[in-house]
């Protein structure tokens, strides 16, 4: 008991918690503190120094329990309260075993001496409060902005599992929050803060997070809102296209109404005619043979008869029916039912071709290399009868056509024979001559006089067919030869000094060593050769046909 005399309370009272001490421990400057509280000082700070003499240490030391100092703490508390202390006594930084096993009472972290029960524990301040040492922070405005909550389960989850006490650090190195006395053991050689500086720093990087996530948010709403307008315009468009296909698929079944209406009432009133006149001609046939009948009969009793004078009395009457006969005769022959209806089937199936050839999107043309106007001119009745070609004549050529599909041939242009003059389309299927030259690279296989290209691919044998249509600045396609016993490459030439009026086809000619007859279209003026000896070859093996 002498022994307690000779410390007074302020000597055994931690600097850092201003209570009794709790596991003392020495710093390598001499001075003394709790292991928590020295342990948390540290760990709040990027430099370890003594908090009494801010001597700097370069590595945190490690420290360890003065036994002695913290048996004498102890009993100091047993003589002057009257009570064992608490294992832990410091409530802002441990709990207790024997409060988390009476169901995990929570004391003040204010009161000295004897602890009351918590009532309230402040999240930012990161201590508990009695009723009496929780009142500033309910009457102060300063406070106004800290959280309170009730003790349990304020201190729920943030506890340390290990040393029961208070996650007041943040482990930089392992990613986590730890205690105070972790610091001083298994992270003392960690990277550690306290949690409010991790927080503030962890802040930063969630404003610049939400700042990134509502950029994205923006750009989201942008393309939903672009989407959504453009599928309200695919809609709108395609609600207008369905209206318009309905609208003339009505018209055209309205169209083939009145047509059937036309015809067939035309083609029953004539036959109605026709066959009302022939039942009267066969009423009154009918009724003359039956007076035939009846003058055959009395004719035949007068010739049985012996009275003469009667029988040449009758004679004459009985034969007077015989002159109007060959009138009736003359009637039969006249009665015909005919119907001029070539043109009208033959309108009406290649109308029927036509839509037979409608798909989705698109119509196949089966056996028309002309454009769209000439084959909807083709479907009127009117200009088929202005048309000079026959019928016949167009049933040879689709079928003449449809067996040179056959060989039909895709070609591709080769850019690296085109003449300078020349410019192709990035498909390779389309050429027209250009009034600049064209800064093509040289080669030895490009054409430096003539206007030509050749296609990329060529053919030593067979049949080969292709098509080509000619605008205003015609292209004579063509059979160029590279050379002996190399096989022949597809070409073609600006045949500008062809005279060719607008709707002109141009047709390759005369490639019978390729087995390959051209498909002409019936001629209306003759042929002329094309005129290309500046552009092309003296020999032209091609010629112009005229529709």
Known sequence: MAQLDAFSEQELTCSICLDIFSEPVSTPCGHNFCQGCIGGYWASSSVCTCPLCKRVFEERPELSINRVFAHIAQKYKEVQYGEPPQPKPRQKAVI???????????????????????????????????????????????????????????????????HHRLLEVYCRTDQKCICAICVLEEHRTHTTVSVQTERTSKQRLLGKTELDLQTCIDKRNAQLTELKSKLHALQSYAQAELSEVEQVLSDITHSVDRIRSELVGGIEEKREAVIGRGQSIVTQLE???????????????????????????????????????????????????????????????????????????????????SSLAESESMMSVRSMKRNEWSLKDLRKLKIGHKKIKTYLEDVTLNPTTAYPFLILSDDRKQLKRGEKLQFY???????????????????????????????QDAICPDVLHSGAGTPRT??????????????????????????????????????????????????????????
């Open 96 to 162: 207790s075993g024997a409060s988390l096993a009476d169901a995990e009472q929570i004391l003040c972290d204010v009161c000295s001496g004897k602890k009351k029960k918590a009532v309230r524990s402040c999240l930012t301040c990161t201590a508990s409060y009695c009723e009496l040492h929780v009142v500033p922070h309910q009457q102060t405005s300063f406070y106004a902005s800290h959280r309170l909550l009730d003790p349990q389960e304020a201190l729920r989850g943030r506890t340390c599992q290990e």
């Open 287 to 369: 009724t003359k043979l039956a007076q035939l009948q009846e003058s055959r009969g009395r004719l035949e009793a007068q010739a049985i008869s012996d009275d003469h004078i009667g029988f040449l009395q009758s004679f004459e009457e009985a034969s007077s029916p015989l002159q109007d006969s060959d009138m009736d005769i003359h009637e039969v022959d006249e009665l015909t039912l005919r119907f001029s209806l070539g043109d009208v089937k033959a309108a009406l199936g290649e109308i029927r071709e036509r839509l037979d050839d409608i798909r989705c999107g698109e119509v196949h043309y089966r056996h028309s290399v």
């Open 441 to 471: 690279r040289n080669n030895s296989q490009r054409f430096d006089v003539w206007s030509c290209v050749l296609a990329k691919d060529g053919y030593e044998s067979g049949r080969h067919y292709w098509e080509a249509r000619c605008t």
């Open 490 to 547: 597809l070409g073609a030439s600006a045949a500008e000094d062809a005279s060719q009026a607008p709707g002109d086809d141009f047709s390759p000619s005369g490639l019978r060593d390729l087995h390959t007859e051209p498909l002409l279209f019936p001629p209306r003026d003759g042929t002329r050769r094309c005129d290309r000896r500046r552009l092309h070859r003296p020999t032209c093996p091609c010629y112009v046909s005229r529709r």
